[in-house]
């Protein structure tokens, strides 16, 4: 059994949907209708986009481009890290510690997945290999900015609590400590949630795709228990390289707070 | 011998600080709000940025790491924070000198059970002097130590840290607004100016 494709007029008939959501938030004065609108153009237009790009990616499998959108991934996803957060590092730590530490996590993982349990050859193969690296970085995106958030906004408002602690004489990492394991925790929380209620309550995306597809049912589920674990090691990982590199950087080299390397965000 | 000796020390907008205190000796700051008296004490314990020299004795802060210096030099913050939920969780082993002094400041010992919410700004006060007294430190930076206190508790904050100055031997400074007091426990008194300059005043 092979999909069913689907024609330009089923996705008018879907937009429709959306459009009855709008007028009717607008009618209730949600003050969302012009931005429902606007993130379904968003979802239709960048998603046409990339189905585009993978077209060609997989018309000629090589490293370099795979390489190539897999960094404009990254740089993507580390930039909303930086730009949900309240209080972000000044200067290149801003951006460069959370896409440092999603690089390390989510790339190794993903090859390693992909060496050495889909053992797939070549193992960039774009088809597996982009959305695998794809679902990683979007989980370990979220998990991160929440651990990094946390731990910034954490040491700004408990500054007296953390210089109390260094005045008495103790070394930065147990001043820090508490913080620092609730940040971790925070990050972690939705990827367990999921993983709790994954089957139950939710049936994962890839996986509904999958048999969508046509695939049988446990080749699909074979498939999402592997995602799912990928994405709890990644944003497990890349949250405690983040959280650690960051509370590092909030003190110096005479153990001193330094809450003026942090800077008012956006958001 | 000069024992606690201060050289060029600068933060922000204060003047360079050159002073030296005598071992069992204190000596007062005073000023105007906002002159940076908090400051020039955080700086010399080198919790914020700072140029200088401090040293105690033969310990030369930059040669040492600062945790162990912030050991040595006790800060007592105008004011306190607590990070646990109980009093006693921030109290190192107490001695039987420990549990004299919580006697002289009137509590019981059953203090350390107590939840720090529920304790006064001025008990708390109290317990921050007790708190940084236990963990021994060998020169005390004190800020305003009996800014919340009424006269009965004011005189036992005193007499403690009379007490304790004299059986270590520490250098002490001590800052205050209340002229009687800066006559009552210090031999030497200076005045922070809004200008950040540190002045001398006779006696």
Redesign the interface.
């Known amino acids: 059994m092979s999909v069913i494709p689907l024609s330009a007029l089923d996705l008018f008939i879907a937009a429709g949907l959306v459009v009855l959501l709008a007028i009717l938030s607008m009618a209730m004065q949600l003050g969302l209708g012009k931005r429902i609108i606007i993130a379904a153009i968003r979802t239709t237009v960048q998603l046409m986009l990339i189905g585009l790009v993978l077209k060609t990616l997989f018309d000629r499998a090589h490293l370099a481009w795979v390489l190539l959108l897999a960094i404009v991934m990254l740089s993507v996803a580390g930039y909303e890290v930086m730009a949900r957060q309240k209080r972000s590092f000044g200067g290149w730590w801003g951006y460069g510690l959370g896409t440092l530490s999603m690089f390390i996590s989510s790339f190794t993982i993903a090859i390693f997945v992909l060496i050495a349990v889909i053992n797939v050859e070549p193992w960039y193969t774009p088809q597996y290999a982009i959305p695998l690296l794809g679902m990683m970085l979007g989980n370990t995106m979220t998990g991160v900015a929440l651990s990094l958030d946390r731990l910034t906004t954490g040491a700004y408002e408990k500054r007296?609590?953390i210089?109390?602690?260094?005045?008495?004489?103790?070394?930065?990492r147990p001043a820090v400590s508490?913080i620092v394991r609730e940040s971790v925790r925070i990050g972690l929380m939705p990827m367990i949630n999921s993983m709790a209620a994954a089957g139950i309550v939710s049936l994962p995306g890839m996986m509904t795709g999958q048999i969508l597809g046509g695939s049988p049912p446990m080749e699909a589920v074979k498939y999402q228990i592997l995602i799912m674990f990928m994405i709890a090691a990644g944003t497990g990982f890349a949250s405690m390289g983040a959280v650690w590199l960051g509370a590092k950087r909030l003190f110096?080299d005479?153990?001193?707070?330094r809450l003026d390397r942090l800077r008012l965000g956006r958001s | 011998m000069s024992q606690f000796v201060i050289k060029q020390l600068q933060c922000l907008h204060i003047s360079p600080v050159d002073l030296s205190i005598e071992q069992g000796q204190c000596v007062s700051f005073s000023g105007p709000s906002g002159a940076g008296k908090s400051i020039l004490l955080k700086a010399i314990i080198d919790l914020i940025p700072n140029q200088g020299e401090v040293r105690f004795a033969d310990h030369v802060r930059e040669q040492m790491r600062a945790s162990d210096w912030r050991k040595l030099v006790g800060l007592l913050p105008a004011e306190s924070f607590w990070w646990c939920d109980r009093i006693g969780q921030h109290f190192p082993t107490l001695n039987e000198q420990h549990i004299s002094w919580f006697s002289e400041l009137g509590f019981e010992q059953q203090v350390l059970d107590w939840e720090v919410s529920r304790c006064s700004t001025g008990e708390r006060q109290r317990l921050a002097l007790l708190r940084l007294l236990c963990h021994g430190p060998k020169v005390l930076l004190l800020d305003e130590p009996t800014a919340n206190l009424d006269k009965t508790s004011s005189d036992a904050v005193e007499k403690i840290i009379n007490e304790y100055k004299a059986r270590y031997q520490c250098p002490v400074i001590w800052v205050s607004h209340d002229q009687q007091q800066i006559k009552r426990v210090a031999e030497q008194h200076y005045l922070l100016e809004q200008d950040g300059q540190l002045q001398k005043v006779a006696a």
């Open positions: 007296g609590i210089e109390a602690q260094l005045i008495l004489g103790y070394e930065w508490e110096d005479r153990q001193r707070l």
